[in-house]
């Protein structure tokens, strides 16, 4: 959306923001972009921190967008003043046979030739200082962005280029003040989960002893071989010879509620109990609404963090990648140098949405009903301007401006309107004069008629 909300009542401006939208979303969705997202959220509530590489297909001509999720055991980073990534860094294992396939003009005759010996290359994306204006195109060695592939064992370059926007996004789901990398809920839960682990494995050890329980005699107590398959007969010297070592042990449930009890907690840690409906019957609108703010609440802070450390980079890159490539249509006269905002349409913005539509719906008919309780407030309708109300309440709905017409579109549809009223109310006036007219004549022509008649 444009920044000066002025701009947004505009059709026309409107219309080409949902233009762009549809050309990023056509590109994203023709892209890796929906698998390997999945992986970086993995990683993001696994270990806190995740990396998404992103690069155009080719330098030269535009053939889309490729996405990476950047393994995080394998990857280091830096931030700069503004806590954005200046530099990430990534190691790469190759085998001297895919080193020669990639790196073609490379001598790597000095490795051994073992199909599965890894070699380690250093992958390094950094800022070069020295550039400080983009142009439309620049040559590889003079973007804003450069990158090096780099042999860790001999620190020789095999490869340099560069990027006109910085191609890895970094994310982090929670991070405390000092520290660049980031805390997820796994790191909360994970005492329970080892708990969990080790109470379920020594349950599990448990039931095994009672369905199979281990058997105790004497020395002499079995006459052969000790037979527990189904149906087996043992032979024992005396009846009492051969008997269970462990009785069954009636407090098992307990290890079943303290799994209980962990697995909720687990689940409490990840959110899951704040994501799902109740198990009750259908919830009221107010239940609803006061859900859906308490779902705001709690994930207000991650949903920024995701937002600015991944989502905005990732849809700004690829708006200028496609800027850049021609791929997005020129913005209305005049509206070139507006600045834009990101805005999410996801069920949490919506539902913020919906409630100021709920309120201004409840704000109308409150009025309405004010308006026809007394004469004194009939004119109480007067404060509301409705044509900003009815775009408002549009945009808040999240219907498309292609379905709203322009400013001048309504003004002139208004004027015709009232001209085809003044043209109907002209023809009213003449008619009636008419029949004004006739009238008189009728009656001037009665009163000679009877004028004759005496």
């Given at each position: 959306?444009f920044?000066?909300?002025?701009?947004?009542?505009?059709?026309?401006?409107?219309?080409?923001?949902?233009?762009?939208e549809s050309?990023?979303?056509?590109?994203m969705?023709?892209?890796?972009?929906?698998?390997?997202?999945?992986e970086?959220?993995?990683?993001?509530?696994?270990?806190?921190?995740?990396?998404l590489?992103?690069?155009?297909?080719?330098?030269?001509?535009?053939?889309?967008?490729?996405?990476?999720?950047?393994?995080?055991?394998?990857?280091?980073?830096?931030?700069?003043a503004?806590?954005?990534a200046?530099?990430?860094?990534?190691r790469?294992?190759?085998?001297?046979?895919?080193?020669?396939?990639?790196?073609?003009?490379?001598?790597?005759?000095?490795?051994?030739?073992?199909?599965?010996?890894?070699?380690e290359?250093i992958?390094?994306v950094?800022?070069?200082?020295?550039?400080t204006?983009?142009?439309?195109?620049?040559k590889?060695?003079?973007?804003?962005?450069g990158?090096?592939?780099?042999?860790?064992?001999?620190?020789?370059?095999?490869?340099?280029?560069?990027?006109?926007?910085m191609?890895?996004?970094?994310v982090?789901?929670?991070?405390?003040?000092?520290?660049?990398?980031?805390?997820?809920?796994?790191f909360v839960?994970?005492?329970?989960?080892?708990?969990?682990?080790?109470?379920?494995?020594?349950?599990?050890?448990?039931?095994?002893?009672?369905?199979?329980p281990?058997?105790?005699?004497?020395?002499?107590?079995?006459?052969?071989?000790?037979?527990?398959?189904?149906?087996?007969?043992?032979?024992?010297?005396?009846?009492?010879?051969?008997?269970?070592?462990?009785?069954?042990?009636p407090?098992?449930?307990?290890?079943?509620e303290?799994?209980?009890?962990?697995?909720?907690?687990?689940?409490?840690?990840?959110?899951?109990?704040?994501?799902?409906?109740?198990?009750?019957?259908?919830?009221?609108?107010?239940?609803?609404?006061?859900?859906?703010?308490?779902?705001?609440?709690?994930?207000?802070?991650?949903l920024?963090?995701?937002?600015?450390d991944?989502l905005d980079p990732?849809?700004e890159?690829?708006?200028?990648?496609?800027?850049?490539?021609?791929?997005?249509?020129p913005?209305?006269?005049?509206?070139?140098?507006?600045?834009?905002?990101?805005?999410?349409?996801?069920?949490?913005?919506?539902?913020?949405?919906n409630?100021e539509a709920?309120?201004t719906?409840?704000?109308?008919?409150?009025?309405?009903g004010?308006?026809?309780a007394?004469e004194?407030?009939?004119?109480?309708?007067?404060?509301?301007?409705?044509?900003?109300?009815?775009r408002g309440?549009?945009?808040?709905?999240?219907?498309?401006?292609?379905?709203?017409?322009?400013?001048?579109?309504?003004?002139?549809?208004?004027?015709a309107?009232?001209?085809?009223?003044a043209?109907?109310?002209?023809?009213?006036?003449?008619?009636?004069?008419?029949?004004?007219?006739?009238?008189?004549?009728?009656g001037?022509?009665?009163?000679?008629?009877?004028d004759?008649?005496?």
């Amino acid at each position: 959306r444009f920044r000066n909300e002025a701009l947004n009542q505009n059709v026309n401006a409107v219309e080409w923001l949902e233009m762009v939208e549809s050309q990023i979303w056509q590109v994203m969705q023709e892209s890796d972009f929906n698998m390997e997202v999945a992986e970086v959220y993995l990683d993001l509530v696994s270990f806190g921190t995740a990396i998404l590489f992103q690069e155009e297909l080719s330098d030269s001509d535009w053939e889309g967008m490729t996405f990476t999720a950047m393994p995080i055991q394998d990857c280091y980073f830096e931030h700069g003043a503004d806590d954005k990534a200046i530099r990430v860094f990534r190691r790469l294992r190759y085998t001297r046979l895919q080193l020669e396939d990639k790196w073609p003009d490379q001598d790597f005759s000095e490795f051994d030739d073992d199909t599965d010996t890894k070699h380690e290359v250093i992958f390094a994306v950094y800022k070069r200082p020295d550039v400080t204006q983009v142009a439309p195109v620049m040559k590889p060695e003079a973007r804003p962005w450069g990158y090096q592939f780099v042999m860790h064992s001999t620190a020789e370059s095999l490869e340099e280029g560069g990027y006109y926007e910085m191609p890895a996004h970094v994310v982090r789901w929670k991070k405390v003040a000092g520290s660049r990398w980031g805390h997820s809920p796994a790191f909360v839960a994970l005492s329970d989960i080892m708990q969990l682990n080790e109470t379920v494995a020594m349950t599990t050890e448990a039931r095994l002893k009672e369905i199979d329980p281990p058997m105790k005699t004497t020395e002499r107590g079995v006459m052969g071989d000790l037979d527990l398959m189904p149906g087996g007969l043992t032979m024992v010297t005396e009846m009492d010879q051969l008997e269970r070592l462990l009785q069954p042990n009636p407090t098992m449930f307990r290890a079943n509620e303290e799994i209980l009890r962990l697995q909720e907690s687990i689940r409490s840690t990840f959110y899951v109990d704040k994501l799902e409906l109740k198990e009750s019957p259908a919830m009221t609108a107010t239940e609803v609404l006061a859900r859906l703010d308490k779902q705001q609440r709690q994930f207000a802070p991650t949903l920024g963090r995701l937002q600015a450390d991944l989502l905005d980079p990732l849809i700004e890159w690829t708006y200028d990648a496609l800027t850049r490539n021609g791929r997005i249509p020129p913005p209305p006269e005049g509206l070139e140098q507006a600045d834009l905002d990101i805005e999410y349409t996801g069920p949490i913005p919506r539902s913020m949405k919906n409630e100021e539509a709920q309120g201004t719906s409840l704000w109308i008919n409150e009025l309405a009903g004010l308006s026809t309780a007394s004469e004194q407030l009939a004119e109480i309708t007067d404060v509301v301007d409705t044509d900003s109300l009815a775009r408002g309440l549009g945009l808040a709905r999240g219907v498309p401006a292609s379905y709203m017409r322009s400013e001048e579109e309504v003004t002139a549809i208004r004027e015709a309107r009232a001209q085809q009223q003044a043209e109907m109310m002209q023809l009213q006036q003449a008619q009636m004069a008419g029949d004004a007219m006739q009238s008189v004549a009728e009656g001037a022509q009665a009163m000679e008629g009877g004028d004759e008649a005496v």
